[in-house]
């Protein structure tokens, strides 16, 4: 039996349709990019084709005989000069949406080398209030709305697309380590993966959110009031995904995502935001802290070097092309990524030697001092990258476990690290010298870059064992400790104390788990049903394009930068 639907076309008519879509394609789906694209190129059109091209006037000159529209379309940071008779430019002005059929031909004026010239030109756009003079970065970041039509600011859009598109290819197929798969982890979650309490929480308009932390501690985790919770608990914007991604790994190996995170971070600097988004990647039996890095540089440099090898890269190299000095930084920018030597690898120890040295030498100037527990700010990152990398990016390895979360690996784990003696003893109250957590190192790094950027991306080994995973929770307070009373003499006031930190067998702290109800019991269960050596690593993507496009602030390169203190416009 055969079907046939009475509406659906046939043969002949398909065939007319598609000839008419390729002669409209030919004919009128034209950029400014192809028109104004040399001889010989790819999406070329060849001279004194007949085109049609839509896009914004971006200025207009009009004199007695001729007329000049600067047209702008977004396919390019280029303007495309178009010839037009008086009659033709009459109700143009900046901004204007117009439809501009013509000849492409060679351009005998300088800073062009091929115009549109008009044989047909129609408005259909008008502008209330043209545009008619330049202006500052600070007040375009005031209109992101706005900010998108300039020339650069579409270049920028256009860059980004072009970025995640080869980053996409590079991790379809990772050299010595096969296929990634991309996935998408919630941006809605229970906790706070960096345990730092930097979280937007989430709410309703019947259901405020509260000011709650997103760590769990040795309080009771359980809401008393589940019903007024619109997930009948604490929900929050991630801050990074990469304890979802840890389960997606361990049953489809490694994996990455790109997607945007959230820090309630009230850092009002250049290098800051409240969205941005992070290239995260987690792999599967990898049990050596060198090869991780590795594989971050590896996909860095590729990147770089396929970037050059586009159009839109080689776009973005000669978008400063009136300034020599612009235009031979942001070439360095590039140099200093794909081809400079192997970058540095220091640890934590040596870059703390280092800038204490300094210091006490007069050679640098802080104006802070870190410690061991303190960590390292803009300032010393800074110096580290000119000190140790002579200007190229650094790897700063195996950080105090004092300063990093739960769920990294100890230094020791590394197939590759050497075993390291604690750094700071601590004399218990017995007298015993022991070593404390504070004094031990994780297998993690912060890959730092040049030009006032800083850290840009961090990495870890992660603990795959159970206990030390549960150890580690109830050192940091996350698992609420078994309380006995002091006194057995009921007539006495009762009173209370916690057991050690550290103390308790797997089994209980599965069960103070349970009876908490805490948000991570399923983070826990991928160690518990079986888990293995893995690791992975999360790459600031804004900061990683502020970086390749020349751009000192980092909002500068986002559509609609959030800041703390700032109204979120759109």
């Known amino acids: 039996m055969s079907w046939r639907f009475s509406g659906f076309p046939n043969r002949s008519a398909i065939l007319q349709y598609q000839l008419k879509a390729r002669v409209f394609r030919q004919r009128y789906v034209t950029s400014c990019a192809q028109i104004l694209a040399r001889e010989g190129h790819d999406t070329a059109i060849s001279s004194d084709q007949e085109v049609t091209v839509f896009g914004h006037v971006h200025n207009v000159r009009k004199h007695k005989k001729y007329a000049f529209a600067h047209i702008t379309d977004g396919s390019t940071i280029k303007l495309l000069q178009a010839v037009l008779s008086p009659e033709q430019a009459a109700d143009l002005t900046n901004g204007t949406a117009v439809q501009i059929t013509g000849h492409k031909t060679s351009s005998p004026g300088r800073g062009q080398e091929q115009e549109l010239k008009a044989t047909h030109v129609k408005l259909i756009g008008s502008v209330e209030d043209p545009a008619k003079k330049q202006h500052t970065d600070e007040f375009f970041r005031s209109i992101p709305h706005l900010r998108l039509r300039t020339p650069f600011n579409s270049l920028l859009v256009r860059f980004r697309s072009e970025c995640i598109d080869r980053l996409t290819q590079t991790l379809r197929d990772f050299p010595r380590l096969g296929r990634f798969t991309q996935v998408h982890p919630p941006i809605l979650t229970s906790s706070d993966c960096e345990g730092a309490g930097q979280v937007f929480t989430i709410g309703t308009q019947d259901a405020p959110p509260r000011h709650e932390s997103a760590t769990p501690d040795a309080g009771d985790t359980k809401a008393k009031d589940s019903e007024n919770y619109f997930f009948r608990s604490p929900a929050y914007l991630t801050v990074s995904t990469q ?17 945007p995170t959230f820090r309630a971070e009230r850092s009002d600097t250049v290098r800051h935001l409240a969205e941005f988004y992070m290239l995260e990647a987690e792999f599967q039996y990898l049990a050596s802290l060198s090869q991780l890095m590795d594989l971050l540089e590896n996909m860095i440099r590729s990147l770089v070097t396929e970037l050059r090898n586009s159009t839109i890269g080689q776009e973005m190299l000669s978008s400063d092309s009136e300034s020599t000095d612009l235009r031979n930084s942001l070439q360095n920018r590039w140099s200093s990524l794909d081809q400079s030597p192997r970058w540095p690898r220091i640890t934590y ?89 504070s004094a031990s190192t994780v297998a993690n790094f912060d890959l730092l870059f040049p030009h006032s950027i800083g850290e840009v991306a961090g990495g870890s080994l992660r603990e795959h064992r159970l206990p030390s995973l549960l150890t580690n929770m109830r050192r940091a307070g ?18 209370t104390m916690e057991l050690p930190s550290d103390s308790g067998s797997v089994a209980e702290s599965l069960r103070l788990m349970e009876e908490q109800d805490h948000p991570l019991r399923w983070y826990v269960d991928l160690r518990k049903y079986g888990s293995a050596p893995h690791g992975g690593f999360g790459l600031g993507f804004d900061r990683l394009i502020a970086y390749l496009t020349g751009r000192d602030n980092v909002r500068d390169v986002v559509g609609w930068p959030r800041v703390a203190g700032r109204r979120a416009e759109g």
Do not use: C
């Open 243 to 259: 304890l979802h991604l840890e389960a997606y790994s361990a049953a489809l190996g490694n994996v990455w995502t790109i997607s």
């Open 349 to 437: 120890r040596t870059a703390l030697d280092m800038i204490v040295s300094a210091s006490e030498a007069g050679k640098a100037s802080f104006s802070a001092t870190p410690s061991w527990d303190s960590g390292f700010n803009l300032e010393h990152e800074k110096y580290l990258v000119e000190a140790a990398g002579s200007g190229s990016p650094i790897f700063v390895t195996d950080y105090p476990r004092s300063q990093k979360p739960f769920y990294m690996a100890p230094s020791t784990l590394s197939s590759d690290s050497e075993a390291q003696p604690p750094e700071e003893p601590h004399i218990n109250a017995d007298g015993d010298t022991t070593s404390t957590a």
């Open 478 to 495: 996350m698992i609420k400790p078994q309380r006995q009373p002091r006194d057995p003499n009921p007539s006495s006031p009762t009173t």
